[in-house]
């Protein structure tokens, strides 16, 4: 079977490393077309360095990495050092990358790469705010329909949001670019809080994983130990939600979640609201359904499949 063929766009982040490991731990699967970087949990010029930082750590130097948008469109830059530590990827002590930084521009290099594949068969899965995506399909309108899908963290309705009351990080960072990407046309499938808040990192798994007894399941360790410190005091949970993993976890095995089509817009104008995404589950607002949001997850498989798969590296 041919592998899928994926750009990761991201902020590393270490649920955004977790993402990274498990699609590098499968190469039966996908074909990682590169990395791109993007501004969010941490300044562009530590995102793009804790992804080289990520490639070495799975022993995939060989994997492009390229550096994107330094802001949003229109916005100050919101960065969340209280979650994920001022370098963006606290916990292990991981050396600096000796991989080189490709000087390609990550936009025009998302554009080039789409155009020259086959229509379909690239996939986008962008886990952090959607600013490269939407230069991307600005800077060339026929994206959206060339791309086989775009497979987003982003997005909350029932959870209510964690860098506002209504928004979810990755939206509010950039809603704009975000709501350019949900009007592109593109098929699009959104893991949003709703779900990725039923995937912790709970204390069990944390076990299991600390077994593998791997380099890579250290550091892994160690980062999800530093990263889920700030959730367990903010909800009271065994563990916090490990988000950006679920987009490729998706893509690996489809029966550990479930979603359903639907309408999702963005909210770019209210200061109250700016950033939340509208999901009209019941279709009360006739616009066109462009979205697959999911909304269940098997959390005891997709940690099956993780470490499994971390175990590999």
Same mark, same amino acid.
């Given at each position: 079977?041919?592998?899928?063929?994926?750009?990761?766009?991201?902020?590393?982040?270490?649920?955004?490393?977790?993402?990274?490991?498990?699609?590098?731990?499968?190469?039966?699967?996908?074909?990682?077309?590169?990395?791109?970087?993007?501004?969010?949990?941490?300044?562009?010029?530590?995102? $793009?360095?804790?992804?080289?930082?990520?490639?070495?750590?799975?022993?995939?130097? *060989?994997?492009?990495?390229?550096?994107? &948008?330094? #802001?949003?469109?229109?916005?100050?830059?919101?960065?969340?050092?209280?979650?994920?530590? /001022?370098? %963006?990827?606290?916990?292990?002590?991981?050396?600096?990358?000796?991989?080189?930084?490709?000087?390609?521009?990550?936009?025009?290099?998302?554009?080039?790469?789409?155009?020259?594949?086959?229509?379909?068969?690239?996939?986008?899965?962008?886990?952090?705010?959607?600013?490269?995506?939407?230069?991307?399909?600005?800077?060339?309108?026929?994206?959206?329909?060339?791309?086989?899908?775009?497979? =987003?963290? %982003?997005?909350?309705?029932?959870?209510?949001?964690?860098?506002?009351?209504?928004?979810?990080?990755?939206?509010?960072?950039?809603?704009?670019?975000? *709501?350019?990407?949900?009007?592109? %046309?593109?098929?699009?499938?959104?893991?949003?809080?709703?779900?990725?808040?039923?995937?912790?990192?709970?204390?069990?798994?944390?076990?299991?994983?600390?077994?593998?007894?791997?380099?890579?399941?250290?550091?892994?360790?160690?980062?999800?130990?530093?990263?889920?410190?700030?959730?367990?005091?903010?909800?009271?949970?065994?563990?916090?939600?490990?988000? *950006?993993? &679920?987009?490729?976890?998706?893509?690996?095995? /489809?029966?550990?979640?479930?979603?359903?089509?639907?309408?999702?817009?963005?909210?770019?104008?209210?200061?109250?609201? =700016?950033?939340?995404?509208?999901?009209?589950?019941?279709?009360?607002?006739?616009? /066109?359904?462009?979205?697959?949001?999911?909304?269940?997850?098997?959390?005891?498989?997709?940690?099956?499949?993780?470490? $499994?798969?971390?175990? #590999?590296?």
């Amino acid at each position: 079977m041919a592998r899928e063929k994926i750009i990761i766009d991201t902020d590393p982040g270490q649920d955004d490393a977790v993402a990274m490991l498990l699609a590098l731990a499968s190469p039966e699967e996908f074909e990682v077309l590169g990395i791109t970087a993007v501004a969010g949990n941490a300044p562009l010029h530590m995102t $793009e360095v804790n992804a080289r930082k990520i490639c070495e750590l799975a022993g995939r130097p *060989d994997i492009k990495v390229f550096a994107g &948008c330094d #802001r949003p469109m229109f916005r100050e830059l919101h960065t969340a050092p209280e979650v994920h530590g /001022p370098t %963006g990827l606290n916990g292990p002590d991981l050396p600096e990358p000796t991989m080189p930084l490709q000087p390609q521009h990550a936009v025009d290099w998302i554009v080039e790469t789409v155009m020259a594949h086959e229509p379909g068969t690239v996939t986008l899965v962008p886990v952090g705010p959607l600013t490269n995506i939407a230069r991307a399909l600005m800077k060339e309108p026929r994206l959206a329909a060339r791309v086989k899908q775009i497979v =987003i963290m %982003g997005g909350a309705q029932t959870e209510g949001g964690n860098s506002t009351p209504v928004a979810e990080f990755n939206i509010y960072v950039d809603p704009h670019a975000a *709501d350019i990407v949900m009007r592109s %046309g593109a098929e699009i499938v959104m893991f949003p809080l709703d779900v990725t808040h039923q995937v912790l990192t709970a204390q069990r798994y944390m076990d299991r994983l600390e077994a593998v007894g791997t380099p890579v399941a250290k550091a892994t360790i160690q980062m999800l130990d530093y990263y889920r410190q700030y959730d367990q005091k903010k909800y009271g949970t065994d563990g916090g939600p490990l988000h *950006d993993p &679920c987009t490729i976890a998706w893509l690996l095995k /489809p029966d550990l979640f479930t979603g359903k089509k639907v309408n999702v817009e963005i909210e770019v104008q209210s200061p109250l609201t =700016i950033g939340q995404t509208v999901v009209d589950h019941f279709a009360k607002t006739g616009r /066109p359904k462009n979205a697959v949001y999911m909304t269940k997850a098997d959390e005891a498989g997709f940690w099956d499949l993780l470490i $499994e798969r971390l175990a #590999r590296l």
